[in-house]
């Protein structure tokens, strides 16, 4: 029996409590003595009373409690009982163990495998039962030095090791033994459930005594949130709130690190992060209270973990010390960047750095004019703009030249990583490629259009350059977090992606092969609308622009812009002629395919079935839109995000509701909106122009949303409503009708009371309704998006 049993039986979290609770729960002291020395004998054929005795006898041997050097039995006894014991006769234990054999054999038809008696007539028997005691733990020890360190855990290298060396085991081990044994078939069985064997148990307590052996881990959420996990080198994670609960888990340089504020961190890449000891790295969790001390430029980007720690990444390599100055000469040139061919793009903030050694008089030309860099600790950087041309770093006699590009080359057909769905699941799932209605004629919407920001343009060329072959949604978030450095004022980073995908830039899918996401480019589709009119979609940078508007000239046609719902959101083109013979020259001189049909929408479902294999790894936080951690337990009604630690498969989300089968999903965007819509919520609110989610994180899923962008020829983005960020979906009437069918909407007039927008813009009302006797409806409070 372990620790952590008796902390079970007795329902304590302290194992001294658990101590105390059990020396109680033994026989009154004199009666206790009476069972050890004999005096009072079990009775044939009478059930055992002395159990407890015997459990009691075994844990004080193998209690964490024990102190090492502790190694005399009638000694620990008087340690754990308060009692002295010291030259007791211990005659009665050998008839308590042969009366239980019996006893087991004749009512129970188990058979209880005793150890022999010898060498220690009176207790022997009773040390060798114990697993394990601290002959197994020295066993344990000599094999740790016999086995290579990065081997440890390995079970094929462990069984071979014991299995060679019998020279280690005596008999007096048989617990040892018969232990060993239970491993070993689990082992061999195939799967992890070797690693539940209080054998196993035994060893990984021996290696971890050696060192600290769990990893801390840092995994970004479905929405940019981050978790903290502790890894143990078996693969099993535990959530932790805040790094120094793992403190004394991981190895001593790690928790130094925790301890000073400063923890380098690895990309092991699909969002995840582990803390390393490496000399460098530009990724860190860092105390709140250093961040101030970082001196001003040197920090790329962050993102909060909690109240108290942030991931911050730093413009270049740093060391471990990224606080303090460096003093040391660096090298002279440029670094990092965005590679566009043989060029680098040249719009901040994603423009190359220029590294010199410190306080050196640098200048820097862009086309023979100078430009007014921006120093700071790892370098000069370029200021807010677009750069083109030739730039050169002059320090002294040494010029350093690289070539800026304003905008990202078009990638080819055949040089673009396409969808395939043998390697990855679309985000929208089974809605993917569908559409509400087969209907997508451009119908005149009457909101006001916006073109689009600089911010928004730089975002594009930067993602497009970089997604050619695929990008991981973590190193997308991260670009889309850099370039809003700027930005006074601006949505969500996530919300800023999703405007992308909506806009048919880009798919989100995740990988079947792990629990990660990736952003691919779509391919640039062509659709007649009209008989003079051709719409256009997917990706469209600058250099696509110019294309299609040269070849749309070459068939005396031209190419018309359709700004979207706020500067946040991309705009649409549509290609129009008078002459239709002229649009399919058009279309086919510029290469670009036809779209493909959509097939109906469907109301978002899940998969039903069991979720065998997965456990809870965090549930839905309804009122934020996040998934909270919470480790084990029943589902009871809400939204699970399940994880299965023998398998790389992607995660599970479940949805649970009374009176209801349970659902699954892989997509945590379609897993939210088909919770909400089978509970009967109502999910978007219609006010006559666009439409917006009523609850936190919800979205159409982008193949719906592209649809209506279609409809409307304006696309989808955030923008601000009352003061707080709203992601907007521009939409008329018919539009409306047919999406419906398929979510809940609620309609919200354009002309209230003035006191109902205030009502409205409140997050406290958050889902609460309330009639306007003007408007004579029923109007939703959505409240804050966050």
């Known amino acids: 029996m372990s620790d952590e049993d008796l902390l079970d039986i007795f329902g304590v979290l302290d194992a001294a409590e658990a101590q105390c609770a059990f020396v109680t729960a033994l026989p009154h002291m004199p009666l206790l003595r009476a069972y050890l020395s004999g005096d009072i004998m079990p009775i ?107 081997h440890l855990l390995d079970p094929q290298v462990v069984s071979n090791r014991v299995s060679t060396s019998r020279h280690l085991l005596t008999e007096k081990m048989p617990s040892f033994e018969y232990n060993f044994d239970l491993f070993d078939r689990a082992r061999k069985r195939g799967g992890r459930d070797y690693t539940e064997t209080p054998f196993w148990h035994a060893w990984y307590a021996i290696v971890a005594e050696q060192a600290a052996l769990e990893d801390l881990e840092i995994v970004e959420g479905e929405f940019g949130d981050y978790e903290l996990f502790r890894t143990s080198p078996l693969g099993e994670r535990q959530q932790v709130r805040a790094p120094e609960e793992v403190i004394k888990y991981v190895p001593k340089a790690i928790s130094k690190a925790i301890g000073k504020g400063v923890v380098l961190l690895e990309n092991m890449g699909f969002g995840r992060y582990r803390a390393t000891n490496a000399f460098e790295s530009n990724i860190m969790l860092i105390h709140t209270s250093k961040l101030a001390e970082c001196e001003e430029g040197t920090i790329d980007s962050y993102g909060a973990i909690n109240l108290r720690w942030s991931m911050v990444s730093f413009r270049g390599q740093v060391t471990s010390a990224p606080i303090a100055a460096e003093t040391g000469p660096r090298v002279f040139g440029w670094h990092d960047g965005i590679r566009v061919g043989s060029a680098l793009l040249g719009r901040s903030p994603f423009t190359p750095r220029l590294t010199t050694p410190n306080q050196s008089m640098t200048t820097v030309k862009v086309n023979s004019t100078d430009v007014d860099m921006i120093r700071d600790d790892s370098g000069l950087a370029f200021p807010p703009g677009v750069y083109f041309g030739s730039a050169v770093g002059c320090l002294r006699n040494e010029n350093r030249e690289v070539f800026l590009v304003a905008r990202a080359n078009e990638v080819a057909d055949t040089r673009r990583l396409a969808f395939d769905e043998a390697r990855e699941i679309s985000e929208d799932e089974f809605n993917r490629e569908t559409a509400p209605s087969a209907n997508s004629a451009i119908e005149s919407w009457s909101g006001a259009r916006m073109p689009v920001c600089d911010e928004m343009v730089t975002v594009g060329e930067a993602l497009y350059a970089r997604t050619a072959r695929g990008l991981s949604f973590a190193e997308a978030f991260e670009m889309v977090r850099k370039s809003l450095s700027f930005s006074s004022s601006h949505p969500p980073e996530w919300d800023v992606l999703r405007s992308f995908a909506d806009a048919g830039w880009f798919d989100f899918t995740l990988l079947r092969s792990f629990p990660a996401r990736r952003m691919l480019q ?68 510029a290469g670009i395919a036809a779209a493909a049909t959509r097939a109906p929408a469907e109301r978002p479902h899940g998969a039903p079935g069991g979720v065998h294999g997965y456990h809870v790894a965090a549930r839905l936080n309804e009122e934020r839109g996040f998934f909270d951690a919470q480790e084990g337990g029943d589902m009871v009604e809400g939204l699970y995000r399940l994880e299965r630690t023998d398998s790389r498969n992607p995660f599970l989300y479940r949805s649970v509701i009374a009176g209801q089968p349970g659902q699954n999903f892989v997509s945590p965007t379609l897993a939210i909106l088909s919770h909400h819509a089978r509970r009967r919520k109502h999910i978007f609110a219609y006010d006559g122009s666009t439409l917006a989610g009523i609850l936190p994180r919800v979205s159409l899923p982008s193949s719906w949303a592209r649809w209506s962008s279609d409809c409307s020829m304006c696309n989808a983005g955030s923008g601000l409503v009352y003061g707080h960020w709203r992601y907007l979906y521009p939409m008329e009437e018919p539009t409306v009708s047919a999406l419906s069918k398929v979510v809940s909407i609620a309609q919200r007039s354009v002309e209230v009371a003035p006191w109902v927008g205030r009502f409205l813009a409140s997050a406290s009302n958050r889902n609460r309704t309330i009639f306007d006797s003007r408007s004579g409806k029923i109007q939703i409070a959505a409240g804050e998006r966050r």
């Open 44 to 150: 044939r054929g009478r059930k055992p009373e002395y159990v407890r005795i015997l459990v009691f006898l075994c844990w004080m041997q193998t209690t964490r409690t024990r102190q090492r050097g502790d190694r005399d039995f009638r000694e620990m006894l008087e340690k754990q009982t308060g009692e002295k014991f010291r030259g007791a006769s211990m005659r009665g234990l050998n008839p308590m163990w042969e009366h239980l054999r019996e006893y087991l054999a004749k009512q129970h038809e188990i058979q209880l495998d005793l150890p022999g008696i010898n060498p220690h007539a009176q207790i022997g028997r009773t040390l060798r039962i114990a697993f394990p005691t601290w002959r197994d733990r020295a066993v344990f020890r000599k094999l740790r030095h016999a086995i290579d360190p990065d």
């Open 522 to 589: 779509r391919p640039l589709t062509w659709e007649m609308v009209t008989a003079d009119a051709v719409r256009i979609s997917g990706p469209t940078p600058l250099s696509v622009i110019d294309r299609i508007t040269v070849a749309a000239q070459a068939e005396d046609a031209t190419l018309e812009v359709w700004d979207g719902v706020s500067k946040w959101s991309l705009p649409r083109y549509l290609v129009r002629a008078k002459d239709p013979s002229r649009l399919r020259a058009f279309v086919q001189n």
